[in-house]
């Protein structure tokens, strides 16, 4: 695994406004921590760290060397990334203390390389599975990814944590080895629903109930005629 050279000071003060200040010049806050020792206050330069977290995104090891007070070169590892909501603009990052000869717990990208036949051949979909798996290693054989062929799969076809391990002789993988990487998935089919009879029937006219006996005007009588006026009784001839 590659290591990158990473400067850094010991920063004075915390707080929204020493970091808000830091980020103004270029800078970020950092904490190292980890080794039993005291958490330090640090700064880093954003462009280095936008440089090494754009090379190696997870779990990046770090030659450090420290400006200042209990500063000092080391070896760390980048264990977070914090990155505005919004933004994704980098706004803090957390570093451990590590040995080169000492195991660490790390997230490793997965890497999915090919086109399955499935796909080619059979109009699959390739579906991929969990992006990041968590090891345990040496730093200086920490992976920059797990990377998966699925050039091979056909419809219903996965490839499992337990397929690729052999290829990783210095990894532990500490996810269940049955966890799906990628698969073959049938092609989706949309069916056509033919439209019924009640859907294409002339809709039916409905009278307002109550009109006849509410005595609305022009209200159609039983039967479907339209109610005619009462005579009037004609009067007697004198």
Not at 14 to 20: E, I, L, Q
Not at 53 to 70: E, F, M, N, Q, Y
Not at 100 to 111: G, N, S, T
């Amino acid at each position: 695994m590659e290591r990158f050279d990473l400067q850094s000071n010991v920063r004075g003060g915390s707080g929204k406004g020493v970091a808000r200040k830091l980020r103004e010049d270029g800078r970020l806050p950092a904490v190292l921590y980890g080794r039993r020792e005291a958490p330090l206050g640090l700064s880093l330069s954003e462009t280095d760290v936008r440089n090494i977290l754009r090379k190696h995104p997870d779990s990046a090891i770090v030659d450090l060397t420290v400006d200042g007070p209990g500063g000092g070169s080391m070896n760390a590892i980048i264990r977070d990334v914090q990155r505005h909501p919004a933004s994704g603009r980098i706004l803090h990052v957390d570093l451990q203390r590590i040995a080169l000869d000492e195991q660490v717990r790390v997230e490793v990208h997965v890497e999915v390389r090919g086109t399955p036949a499935g796909v080619k051949e059979q109009s699959g979909v390739l579906e991929h599975g969990t992006r990041t798996l968590n090891v345990m290693t040496l730093p200086t054989d920490i992976p920059d990814s797990i990377v998966v062929d699925v050039s091979a799969l056909r419809i219903h076809d996965s490839v499992r944590i337990r397929d690729v391990s052999d290829a990783y002789p210095k990894i532990q993988f500490l996810d269940d080895p049955d966890t799906t990487l990628a698969t073959v998935i049938p092609p989706v089919v949309e069916a056509v629903v033919a439209p019924t009879e009640a859907a294409v029937a002339e809709p039916e006219l409905i009278r307002k109930p109550g009109a006849e006996e509410e005595g609305e005007e022009g209200a159609p009588a039983a039967g479907g005629a339209k109610a005619a006026p009462a005579k009037e009784e004609k009067k007697d001839k004198k």
